[in-house]
Protein backbone atom coordinates (compact mmCIF):
# COMPACT_ATOMS: atom_id res chain seq x y z
CA UNK A 1 0.00 0.00 0.00
CA UNK A 2 2.57 2.49 1.20
CA UNK A 3 4.64 1.24 -2.10
CA UNK A 4 1.46 2.16 -4.38
CA UNK A 5 1.10 5.84 -3.15
CA UNK A 6 4.49 6.69 -3.46
CA UNK A 7 4.04 5.53 -7.17
CA UNK A 8 1.27 7.65 -7.33
CA UNK A 9 3.43 11.00 -6.30
CA UNK A 10 5.65 9.83 -9.42
CA UNK A 11 4.94 11.53 -12.70
CA UNK A 12 6.27 9.85 -15.93
CA UNK A 13 5.82 12.96 -18.04
CA UNK A 14 8.35 15.09 -19.10
CA UNK A 15 6.28 17.81 -20.80
CA UNK A 16 2.84 18.90 -20.90
CA UNK A 17 1.82 19.06 -17.05
CA UNK A 18 -1.64 19.64 -15.76
CA UNK A 19 -3.10 20.38 -12.65
CA UNK A 20 -3.46 16.94 -11.99
CA UNK A 21 0.36 16.53 -11.86
CA UNK A 22 0.76 19.60 -9.45
CA UNK A 23 2.52 17.76 -6.08
CA UNK A 24 4.17 14.57 -7.73
CA UNK A 25 7.63 14.16 -8.54
CA UNK A 26 9.55 14.23 -11.83
CA UNK A 27 12.07 11.13 -11.20
CA UNK A 28 14.29 11.95 -13.76
CA UNK A 29 13.96 14.78 -16.47
CA UNK A 30 16.75 15.35 -19.03
CA UNK A 31 17.36 18.30 -20.91
CA UNK A 32 20.05 20.07 -23.02
CA UNK A 33 21.64 21.61 -19.72
CA UNK A 34 21.71 18.61 -17.40
CA UNK A 35 19.81 16.19 -16.01
CA UNK A 36 17.15 16.84 -13.23
CA UNK A 37 16.50 14.12 -10.99
CA UNK A 38 12.89 13.94 -7.87
CA UNK A 39 11.79 17.50 -9.04
CA UNK A 40 8.63 18.65 -7.96
CA UNK A 41 5.92 19.83 -10.09
CA UNK A 42 4.58 23.29 -8.59
CA UNK A 43 1.72 25.40 -9.71
CA UNK A 44 2.62 29.17 -9.42
CA UNK A 45 1.40 32.12 -10.83
CA UNK A 46 2.61 36.10 -10.99
CA UNK A 47 1.36 38.38 -8.97
CA UNK A 48 2.02 40.95 -11.49
CA UNK A 49 0.63 39.75 -14.45
CA UNK A 50 -2.01 36.76 -13.09
CA UNK A 51 0.52 34.43 -15.93
CA UNK A 52 0.05 31.07 -14.45
CA UNK A 53 2.40 27.96 -14.55
CA UNK A 54 2.51 24.73 -14.22
CA UNK A 55 5.78 22.70 -14.50
CA UNK A 56 9.17 21.87 -12.63
CA UNK A 57 10.41 23.50 -9.65
CA UNK A 58 13.32 24.55 -11.69
CA UNK A 59 11.22 25.97 -14.61
CA UNK A 60 8.95 27.49 -11.90
CA UNK A 61 11.68 29.31 -10.54
CA UNK A 62 12.90 31.03 -14.12
CA UNK A 63 9.42 31.68 -14.76
CA UNK A 64 8.84 34.17 -11.25
CA UNK A 65 12.46 35.24 -11.73
CA UNK A 66 11.79 36.24 -15.31
CA UNK A 67 8.47 37.85 -15.03
CA UNK A 68 9.90 39.77 -11.59
CA UNK A 69 12.61 40.78 -13.99
CA UNK A 70 10.19 42.12 -17.06
CA UNK A 71 7.95 43.64 -14.67
CA UNK A 72 11.07 45.45 -12.89
CA UNK A 73 11.71 46.80 -15.97
CA UNK A 74 8.07 47.69 -17.18
CA UNK A 75 8.19 49.48 -13.56
CA UNK A 76 11.68 51.58 -14.76
CA UNK A 77 9.89 52.69 -17.93
CA UNK A 78 7.43 54.55 -16.04
CA UNK A 79 9.15 55.74 -13.08
CA UNK A 80 12.01 57.23 -16.37
CA UNK A 81 8.18 58.89 -18.00
CA UNK A 82 7.44 60.24 -14.36
CA UNK A 83 10.93 61.98 -14.16
CA UNK A 84 10.37 63.55 -17.67
CA UNK A 85 12.62 61.06 -19.93
CA UNK A 86 9.43 60.67 -21.91
CA UNK A 87 9.69 61.38 -25.86
ZN1 LIG B 1 4.12 38.75 -14.77
Known amino acids: MTQE ?3 N ?3 EKTEGWTHEDVGKRIVKRETPNGTYF ?3 IV ?3 CQM ?3 EF ?3 SREAGGFLGGHECLHAWEFSQVMGR ?3 LTE
Open 5 to 7: QAE
Open 9 to 11: DVC
Open 38 to 40: NEL
Open 43 to 45: NVF
Open 49 to 51: CAA
Open 54 to 56: IGP
Open 82 to 84: NDG
